[in-house]
Nanobody
Framework: QVQLVESGGGLVQPGGSLKLSCAAS????????MGWYRQAPGKQRELVAL????????DYADSVKERFTISRDNAKNTVFLQMSSLKPEDTAVYYC??????????WGQGTQVTVSS
């Protein structure tokens, strides 16, 4: 099993920045990918950014490209999401998600990000 603990959400004005962190523990040796997802009220959960363990290559949703950056600190088993130029439409609960080599997925508890003036 994998345990995920997220931090860093909050209220920010449009155009501002926030950095989310997700610390993983447990069966971290079997992680295939780590990512950030978000779910706005009344909408489905969507992928925001993904980083692969073996290659460290990344994928981003078109809506966040050039504004968000995902990174990973392997020594601390932590994945980050640096969010810049935030827009009101970025408001959502952000979840850290992990996919193991077996295909099993684990989720963090979620952290609220609100972009509002």
């Amino acid at each position: 099993q994998v345990q995920l603990v997220e931090s860093g959400g909050g209220l920010v004005q449009p155009g501002g920045s926030l950095k989310l962190s997700c610390a993983a523990s447990g069966s971290i040796f079997s992680i295939f990918s780590m990512g950030w997802y978000r779910q706005a009220p009344g909408k489905q959960r969507e992928l925001v950014a993904l980083i692969y363990s073996s290659t460290t290559s990344t994928d981003y949703a078109d809506s966040v490209k050039e504004r968000f950056t995902i990174s990973r600190d392997n020594a601390k088993n932590t994945v980050f999401l640096q969010m810049s130029s935030l827009k009101p439409e970025d408001t959502a609960v952000y979840y850290c998600g992990v996919r193991l080599l077996s295909g099993t997925r684990y989720w963090g508890q979620g952290t609220q990000v609100t972009v509002s003036s």
